[in-house]
């Protein structure tokens, strides 16, 4: 009943941008958190960065001061600026919404993007 489509992964040399999107569709009251993740080869999910419905933001210690975290409400896409990236920044990165759908209900579920390929070279 959510769709969740990420876009914008790449190949890119050390010290380059790229800026990943998210788009959340369906059946959407309103979208709580929106965040990125990234999972390396071998390594466990972690997150990125997220932001709130108000625009708060939670950024991951690694790419602190590199990457940048915005959403558009209206639309309900979530972007992720990236600068300043480095090898170990390669991994696929996952989009997750906490989608409340319904307005008279407060639950809220998670939802998750496939994933787009982000790969640094040295």
């Known amino acids: 009943q959510v769709q969740v489509v990420e876009s914008g992964g790449g190949l890119v040399q050390a010290g380059g941008s790229l800026r990943l999107s998210c788009a959340a569709s369906?059946?959407?009251?309103?979208?709580?958190?929106m965040g990125w993740y990234r999972q390396a080869a071998g390594k466990q999910r972690e997150l990125v960065a997220d932001?709130?419905?108000?625009?708060?933001?939670t950024y991951a210690d690694p790419v602190k001061g590199r990457f940048t975290i915005s959403r558009d409400n209206a639309k309900n896409i979530v972007y992720l600026q990236m600068n300043g990236l480095k090898p170990e920044d390669t991994a696929i990165y996952y989009c997750?919404?906490?989608?409340?759908?319904?307005?008279?209900?407060?639950?809220?579920?998670?939802?998750w993007g496939q994933g787009t390929q982000v790969t640094v070279s040295s």
């Open positions: 369906g059946i959407i009251f309103s979208i709580n958190a």
């Open positions: 997750n919404a906490l989608v409340r759908s319904m307005w008279n209900s407060p639950t809220s579920n998670s939802y």
């Open positions: 932001i709130t419905l108000g625009g708060m933001t």
